[in-house]
């Protein structure tokens, strides 16, 4: 209605408005380049009804902001790149000269021939092109002051009028994102707005400086989007990275903050931690425009730096994702505020202010990527000749993804490949490899051979140098190995038996084989989705038994061989009754909607191994989860848990309050998740009950010291004495001596013990993801050890020695029994960042089979 009432008001006014209008924020802010705004273009506070820096802009006030900038100006138009779990909309504004809109497709596919055809691009051809930039804000909800920039700065471009304004735009595209995480952020401004009174409080025990539970920095399942820029696991994420791709911009923006005694910061980070596969170009561009950063922020008086914090290295983050894609990315962290006004070392920081220094940084990014506009242009299709190069060196010619054994992961990791532009194909004839025949439909192929190449190379690759020992995130994110799928080198690609392009879907190749033949279906454990399956099949009144053994049955054919955690699922009950009249045809859809192989049974006389009826075949009740969500245990975690269970595999979850332990009637759960962290006295003594009544407890990494302290685990840490490795090393440098023993993020081979129902359908070995510093001994008795590491166990990521040293026989999975009921301890991060799907198998194995161990 505001964006009505304030057109209308413009059209009765006439064009004889002229009047120049200051920056529209809540403090003195110069405006570079611009010599008056257009009247014509609302301001923020003619919508919203208040000044930017005087309050939160919560999501929809964004949209209906950045919505009434484009119907009113010539420059922006609107569109829509995704939608979040919550369902908000995901926006980016578009803003350039309106003789380059007029143009947009045409100089969208120039510029994409940077990365697609760089040898069709001359010096000549990039004097006439626009620079693009994508400048994107608060992608952690509660680092709040970005999005209110982008507002500012979006009334910027469109109403700035003067030469210098219009030639800028004449030669840049600007994709203005202005916030990456609707969910998080509504979270966090309806916290802050909701309990700040007409004077603010500075004081940091207010309320609205300490928001509850999980807090505001993370998505919907409170994930951290900045994580997932290469893994693509969120809505959010896959949306803006096809927009990213379908421009390849020249420069990539991520305003982030950091506490609030810092300044602000902007790269280059520490010069150490750049990943080795980003240009050295790409640096040097990163440095010759922080210049223009830091003449920006010296006109206004605000304090800075660079190369003393942050790094390059993960290819997952917003701020080095665009380094392996020919692009110049940006990491921006100001001091925060969080509220409107905080006390700090220093004195009282204001939100405005730290809004001003988040605009000023955006207009210095588009004035030195208007300047160096040849130079980026350069670095892109540099950067994609090279990688042409690269590959043409390459002692191989492509990537073959087997399909063999559990398809549905192989599919999954092609799909995020996909995604990000990488050519991926089906194969069409048989190929021989090392000895093995793949048919259509074992495999996919990756040539080597295309522009994409350096980012295929950097997401699969296994890494053991390091120039440095510090890590900011992890140092590692090998995809075979979080998907568990195998992948092999082809030396040879014969394209003749290349296929139709890998479209996307993921749960192909389910069947159910010899239908209706009498007793039941077995569901094979062999594919990932078969645990959705099976809780339907459960919903169904189908009261299915997995199979502990190896079982030889006939299908009323031929005998078929059966693996152990093969699950029956039974026509009839036991009184003779049909279990439902739909389960002939529940199990064709879940076939085809899961991906998953059911395979008819004549009979339940097994011709080898255990009868379906025996105590080798055991019953499976539903399972009634709960996660515990709530001050106390890891927001990260309890989110990973969610998302697997409620997202993934459709099985409902209830989320608890630790808190609200001691008033809750557990006796309706039959797994309840800890997922790292502490519980309280009270809420230990009710679980503990709990278990010993017949509950599954499973204890998530983080959790293991709270089990061992309360006696729910029989395990000790292997200890580190770090005096003794920091002794003799100067004050200075101590703590990187420390630092250096961390493990932030490795992977490691975890053995299995393949007979227990946790390992089935996974094998005797799993590539894990360890991220934190503690190993554990598994002091119970015998059979509660199910996994552990080997004597060499590291198969990519930073570990220093002394840790490694401490890998062989340490436990992954212990599993041990307290009165009636389990403790299950996983010692590493099985769900990580929603992407390890090898070792989420584990985790669901635990849920599904909770009355089979």
């Not at 369902?87 to 940077?114: G, K």
């Not at 506490?259 to 010759?288: C, H, K, W, Y």
């Not at 090998?478 to 996307?504: I, K």
Request: aromatic share 8%.
């Amino acid at each position: 209605m505001k964006v009505l009432l304030f057109l209308a008001a413009l059209l009765l006014s006439g064009p004889s408005l002229s009047v120049a209008q200051m920056v529209p924020l809540a403090i003195d802010t110069p405006s570079p380049g611009v010599t008056s705004y257009n009247p014509a273009i609302p301001t923020p506070s003619d919508i919203l009804g208040y000044e930017i820096g005087t309050r939160h802009t919560a999501p929809h006030e964004i949209e209906a902001y950045v919505r009434a900038v484009a119907l009113a100006s010539d420059r922006v138009v609107v569109r829509e790149h995704a939608r979040s779990h919550e369902y908000r909309a995901l926006l980016h504004a578009i803003v350039t000269a309106p003789e380059n809109h007029a143009r947009l497709d045409r100089i969208q596919s120039q510029h994409r021939r940077l990365a697609d055809n760089p040898e069709s691009v001359s010096d000549d051809d990039m004097e006439t092109m626009p620079v693009v930039i994508y400048q994107g804000y608060s992608v952690h909800g509660n680092e709040a002051s970005g999005a209110d920039a982008a507002l500012v700065y979006l009334y910027h471009l469109a109403a700035g009028q003067g030469p210098d304004i219009e030639e800028t735009l004449r030669n840049t595209v600007i994709l203005l994102d202005p916030m990456l995480n609707p969910d998080g952020r509504d979270r966090f401004a309806d916290w802050v707005n909701g309990n700040r009174g007409g004077v603010h409080a500075t004081d940091p025990m207010d309320r609205e400086h300490n928001e509850p539970w999980p807090g505001g920095r993370s998505n919907h399942y409170w994930f951290d989007l900045n994580r997932d820029w290469l893994v693509l696991q969120h809505p959010e994420s896959r949306g803006r990275m096809a927009l990213f791709h379908d421009w390849r911009p020249n420069v990539v923006t991520d305003h982030h903050e950091m506490g609030g005694n810092s300044t602000f910061f902007f790269q280059p980070g520490i010069p150490s931690r750049v990943n080795p596969n980003t240009p050295d170009r790409n640096q040097e561009l990163t440095a010759e425009i922080a210049t223009w950063h830091a003449r920006y922020l010296d006109s206004i008086g605000s304090t800075y730096y660079s190369r003393e914090s942050f790094d390059d290295f993960f290819y997952g983050k917003g701020s080095a994702f665009p380094d392996i894609n020919g692009s110049v990315g940006i990491l921006f962290e100001q001091g925060s505020s969080r509220a409107l006004e905080s006390e700090v070392a220093d004195g009282t920081l204001h939100y405005a202010f730290t809004v001003r220094n988040q605009f000023m940084t955006s207009l210095s990014t588009l004035a030195a990527a208007a300047d160096l506009r040849l130079e980026l242009h350069r670095l892109q299709r540099d950067f994609y000749q090279e990688a042409l190069r690269r590959a043409e060196r390459d002692n191989n010619e492509a990537m073959l993804i087997d399909l063999r054994h559990d398809a549905t992961r192989g599919l999954l990791m092609a799909d995020v490949l996909r995604r990000h532009r990488i050519e991926v194909y089906d194969i069409d004839r048989s190929l021989r490899v090392d000895g093995s025949e793949y048919q259509p439909g074992d495999a996919l192929v990756i040539p080597l051979r295309q522009s994409q190449y350096r980012l295929l190379k950097a997401a699969t690759e296994e890494t053991l140098t390091y120039e440095d020992s510090l890590f900011y995130d992890v140092s590692t994110w090998t995809l075979p190995h979080a998907f568990n799928t195998p992948v092999r080198m082809l030396d040879r690609l014969d394209r003749e038996a290349l296929g139709a392009p890998f479209d996307g879907n993921t749960r192909r190749g389910g069947d159910v084989r010899q239908a209706r033949a009498g007793a039941g279906y077995m569901l094979l454990w062999d594919e990932f989705f078969a645990p959705a399956a099976l809780y339907t099949l459960m919903d169904l009144g189908v009261t299915p038994r997995v199979a502990m053994k190896d079982v030889e049955l006939h299908d009323g054919r031929a005998t078929v061989r059966f693996p152990a955690g093969s699950v029956y699922i039974p026509i009839k009950r036991r009184d003779g009754s049909l279990v439902s009249e739909d389960v002939h045809e529940a199990v064709e859809r879940l076939a085809g909607t899961w991906g998953v192989h059911f395979h008819g049974v004549a009979t339940g006389l097994a011709t080898d191994g255990p009868d379906l009826g025996g105590p080798s075949v055991r019953h499976l009740t539903q399972p009634v989860v709960a996660v515990l969500a709530g001050p106390g245990v890891s927001s990260l975690q309890a989110g990973e848990a969610w998302h697997a269970l409620s997202e993934r595999f459709r099985i409902p979850v209830s989320l608890i309050e630790p808190d609200d332990l001691t008033r809750a009637d557990l006796s309706r759960y039959s797994v309840i998740v800890v997922p790292g962290g502490r519980l309280p006295s009270g809420a230990t003594e009710v679980i503990t009950g709990w278990v010993r009544r017949g509950g599954r407890l499973l204890v998530m990494a983080g959790a293991t010291s709270w089990a061992i302290d309360n006696e729910l685990l029989d395990a000790e840490e292997r200890s580190l004495d770090m005096d003794s490795l920091s002794a003799g090393q100067p004050w200075s440098l101590i703590p990187d001596a420390r630092g250096a023993q961390a493990v932030g993020g490795t992977i490691l081979l975890s053995e299995l013990d393949e007979t227990h129902p946790l390992s089935f359908g996974i094998g005797g070995m799993l590539p894990v993801f360890h991220n934190n510093s503690e190993f554990f001994e598994s002091t119970g008795g015998p059979g509660t050890r199910i996994g552990y590491y080997g004597s060499n166990a590291l198969l990519s990521g930073y570990i220093s020695d002394e840790r490694l040293a401490d890998t062989p026989g340490a436990a992954t999975l212990v599993v041990e029994r307290l009165g009636s009921g389990r403790v299950v301890a996983f010692m590493n991060r099985v769900n990580f960042r929603a992407y390890w799907l090898g070792s989420q198998r584990v985790f669901m194995n635990a849920v599904l089979f909770h009355s089979a161990y």
